[in-house]
């Protein structure tokens, strides 16, 4: 079983300051990670991945995260935010060996709101 | 670049009756899933479905809720009996499987009354 804490409800930030969503997760088998944003009225939208390789992963819109094995951390980051990054992000983890008992299934964190002022 | 659907976005219906909540799925995905957000709360996982039969599904998932994949394209989620605590948005996802993320619908907000 895996489980996810996302460490902030929310991150209040100015435009063009850079800011970071923090993501820690638990468990027992080697997983996958995400983040999924979802803006007001619509679905989660995927915004980077990380499999395997590379700890640093790039995703849409400028954003990137960093898998911390050592520390169970994928902690999102921006340089510079926009108003239009305004939204609340999810980080969710799931079992790396899917053809086992486990067929895929996401465990998301509470999600953290992103506020972007002007 | 390919959607998935759900179909209504907005569901209200009194307590007591039974919904059917729709989705189509991205043509080529072969693992299809159900999530629920309450007002407030973490996404939760319902139930994975695949090769046409439910492949693994949470303690949320009772007698009250079934899936199918009644032709080549649709995926529904039934609730035989809504209750009040049913309120939420309901999601849709799939993916190829492997590796692949899923692509999440936008979602349909059923309300109890």
């Known amino acids: 079983a895996q489980s996810v804490t996302q460490l902030d409800s929310q991150v209040p930030v100015f435009e063009e300051a850079p800011v970071e969503l923090r993501c820690n997760y638990s468990?027992?088998?080697?997983?996958?990670l995400f983040w999924y944003v979802q803006y007001p009225n619509q679905g989660l939208q995927l915004l980077l991945k990380?499999?395997?390789?590379?700890?640093l992963v790039k995703g849409i819109n400028g954003f990137e995260a960093e898998f911390n094995k050592s520390q169970t951390s994928f902690h999102l980051r921006k340089p510079s935010v926009h108003i239009s990054d305004t939204a609340e992000y999810f980080c969710?983890?799931?079992?790396?060996?899917?053809?086992?008992?486990?067929?895929?299934?996401?465990?998301f964190g509470q999600g953290t709101i992103l506020t972007v002022h002007p | 670049e390919p959607e998935v659907t759900q179909t209504p976005s907005h569901q209200v219906t009194q307590m007591g009756q039974e919904v059917i909540l729709r989705c189509v799925p991205i043509?080529?995905?072969?693992?299809f899933y159900w999530y629920r957000q309450i007002l407030g709360q973490k996404v939760e996982f319902l139930v994975s479905?695949?090769?046409?039969?439910?492949?693994?599904k949470s303690e949320i998932f009772d007698d009250q809720f079934s899936v199918e994949r009644p032709d080549g394209s649709n995926f529904t989620l039934k609730i035989r009996s809504t209750k009040l605590e049913d309120s939420a948005m309901y999601f849709c996802?799939?993916?190829?499987?492997?590796?692949?993320?899923?692509?999440f619908g936008d979602g349909t907000r059923l309300s109890i009354l």
């Open positions: 996802a799939s993916t190829r499987g492997g590796s692949q993320p899923q692509h």
């Open positions: 990380y499999l395997s390789g590379s700890t």
């Open positions: 043509s080529n995905h072969l693992y």
């Open positions: 479905f695949y090769n046409n039969e439910i492949s693994e």
């Open positions: 468990s027992s088998v080697s997983v996958y």
């Open positions: 969710a983890v799931r079992g790396a060996n899917a053809g086992g008992t486990s067929y895929g299934k996401l465990t």
